[in-house]
């Protein structure tokens, strides 16, 4: 794994520990969320939804489309590719079904739109 990466993952992994927290989900598609952006590194031509989980405890995962999977290799982290829109749910259901709270970019009712990303 990228040591950028890594940094985020154990201060993270830290603050959830603290927190009661299960893990980090980071969302992007086209670029709307700096923040994933800064996690993962500048990243071209990504066409398709793709998240990045950090667990409280764990390595992260990525979900990206089979269309983008050649994008994320050089991150050394461990991928899950979806086709199907079925799929990537799927697999987000299997990475947060048994955790008690995720994390996520969020304001309630947008009133922060620089920081809600969902």
Same mark, same amino acid.
């Given at each position: 794994?990228?040591?950028?990466?890594?940094?985020?993952?154990? +201060?993270?992994? @830290?603050?959830?520990?603290?927190?009661?927290?299960?893990? #980090?989900?980071? &969302?992007? /598609?086209?670029?709307?969320?700096?923040?994933?952006?800064?996690?993962?590194?500048?990243?071209?031509? =990504?066409?398709?939804?793709? #998240?990045?989980?950090?667990?409280? *405890?764990?390595?992260?995962?990525?979900?990206?489309? /089979?269309?983008? +999977?050649?994008?994320?290799? *050089?991150?050394?982290?461990?991928?899950?590719?979806?086709?199907?829109?079925? @799929?990537?749910?799927?697999?987000?259901?299997?990475?947060?079904?048994?955790?008690?709270? =995720?994390?996520?970019? &969020?304001?309630?009712?947008?009133?922060?739109?620089?920081?809600?990303?969902?």
């Amino acid at each position: 794994m990228n040591p950028s990466i890594k940094k985020v993952v154990e +201060q993270a992994g @830290q603050f959830m520990s603290d927190n009661g927290i299960g893990g #980090w989900l980071l &969302y992007d /598609y086209k670029g709307m969320n700096p923040i994933f952006w800064d996690t993962v590194g500048y990243i071209s031509n =990504v066409t398709r939804p793709c #998240w990045l989980w950090i667990p409280v *405890h764990g390595d992260p995962r990525l979900i990206v489309s /089979y269309v983008d +999977q050649n994008r994320f290799e *050089h991150l050394g982290i461990k991928t899950d590719f979806w086709v199907s829109r079925n @799929q990537m749910i799927d697999a987000l259901t299997g990475l947060i079904s048994k955790v008690g709270s =995720v994390a996520m970019e &969020y304001s309630p009712k947008g009133i922060l739109p620089r920081v809600s990303k969902v």
